[in-house]
């Protein structure tokens, strides 16, 4: 069973058994031990009930292409990224299908350094190879060597944060960051109420995805029964998280990044910090308040983690929830959480009065068109908003006003677009979506 449809911008994902199979799992590892010719690499799974079968193919198919393997079992997609840099190995290969629903399961990849391997390089060839399945016999099969990460993973993201005398309440959404939190808070302190922390791949309780407001009821609800100081949660695989605050709010996910932003600043003055192209006046407004250099970039992981390593930055934010820190240039949930829970600790302050006066403009959410030809509409918006002050053409389009600025990105998998405003007034706001709406559409002038 070949389906190409499952390779993917960033990583690989199908339907199980239809899409994605073990059979399958284990030519992916015959054409990743090809094309990388790595000699060494970590593999890590999630909980989805798939991975028990799933591993062990993909490990065949490794070993039978010459690499020698590095098992660490269970694991949260950090954890992975933090075992390929920790073991200093040629790269790895996590079975995970992220957020997406129990029916699900597939693959991240990466290089050494866990610098990931994604549609833009090298992924599609890797595909490639595994439509051929032309696969020589080697001379020497790779070993299996089973370690353990999660004590060091732990200590890491707890050095030097606390939340002594909070009051937290966190969803694991029944997702892999359960697997490690009981023993990250036995570190950081604070009362935690758990809520979902049991793994269970077929998410019975609700989808592990923060970034929809649905997936964030249970957790709103825990919080005000218990009266809680702020709550957390993270994605199936524990690369994104969320937070809401003592009144009920979710804080976005470019807020979070200039809360982060200052912390990191604090210890690195002048470094360059990243944010992505839908995120707020107020992510670059705090870096520079806090010393730093902000720096614009393309949606992605892949794309950020590159940039990163580009410029020198020592921290990336997503308003999709990743966070990004160095010396690994990976996502970590966790380190997200630890600075969070330790700015709120040390201000003496409720996260709700931490973010008001963050919350200097009016912003969308995320907006999706369907939109059959996304060239044109996105010409007829560049030709309306030419005389723009700033107009930044990657990943799309921003272009910015003094008083108000728009993102317009196509999908890179569906014919939509993606619309992220922000303006001084909602008034103003209203008005510009509808101008950009009928452009959009097609009816605009």
Request: charged share 30%; hydrophobic share 40%.
């Amino acid at each position: 069973m070949f389906n190409a449809s499952i390779y993917r911008s960033y990583d690989i994902r199908g339907i199980v058994p239809t899409e994605l199979d073990k059979e399958e799992c284990y030519h992916i590892g015959r054409a990743y031990a090809k094309f990388t010719g790595a000699k060494r690499v970590v593999v890590a799974r999630d909980m989805r009930p798939s991975g028990d079968e799933f591993e062990p193919e993909l490990v065949r198919g490794l070993t039978e292409g010459g690499v020698n393997v590095i098992r660490i079992g269970l694991a949260t997609s950090p954890m992975f990224y933090f075992a390929v840099h920790f073991f200093g190995a040629d790269g790895g290969v996590m079975v995970t299908a992220s957020h997406n629903p129990g029916q699900y399961n597939g693959l991240k990849m990466t290089r050494a350094e866990a610098v990931p391997i994604a549609g833009d390089s090298g992924l599609m060839d890797i595909r490639d190879l595994a439509e051929k399945r032309d696969w020589e016999a080697v001379t020497q099969a790779g070993k299996t060597e089973d370690k353990q990460i999660k004590d060091e993973y732990v200590q890491m993201v707890t050095a030097g944060f606390s939340a002594e005398g909070l009051k937290i309440v966190v969803d694991a959404g029944n997702g892999m960051s359960g697997y490690i939190l009981k023993d990250v808070f036995e570190r950081l302190g604070g009362e935690v109420v758990p809520l979902y922390w049991e793994l269970d791949g077929s998410f019975p309780n609700h989808e592990a995805d923060p970034l929809k407001e649905e997936n964030l009821e249970d957790l709103k609800k825990v919080m005000k029964q218990e009266k809680a100081d702020l709550g957390v949660a993270f994605d199936g695989d524990a690369d994104r998280v969320f937070f809401v605050t003592d009144q009920g709010e979710t804080v976005p996910g470019d807020i979070t990044t200039a809360i982060i932003a200052k912390e990191v600043l604090a210890k690195h003055k002048g470094a360059p910090v990243l944010y992505d192209i839908r995120a707020s006046w107020t992510t670059p407004d705090v870096i520079k308040e806090a010393g730093g250099e902000p720096v614009m970039w393309k949606v992605g992981h892949s794309l950020i983690k590159a940039k990163m390593r580009e410029v020198g930055a020592k921290f990336a934010g997503e308003v999709s929830g990743h966070f990004f820190f160095t010396p690994w240039f990976a996502e970590s949930g966790m380190l997200a959480m630890g600075h969070v829970l330790t700015v709120v600790r040390r201000e003496g302050k409720s996260l709700s009065e931490i973010v008001k006066p963050l919350l200097r403009y009016v912003k969308t959410p995320e907006i999706n068109y369907d939109v059959p030809d996304k060239e044109a509409a996105i010409a007829r918006i560049k030709n309306q908003y030419s005389d723009a002050s700033r107009i930044f053409d990657f990943d799309g389009i921003r272009f910015e006003y003094e008083d108000w600025w728009a993102s317009v990105r196509p999908s890179n998998t569906e014919p939509k677009l993606r619309l992220n405003m922000e303006a001084k007034t909602s008034e103003l706001l209203e008005k510009k979506k509808a101008e950009i709406e009928g452009l959009i559409k097609g009816d605009g002038k």
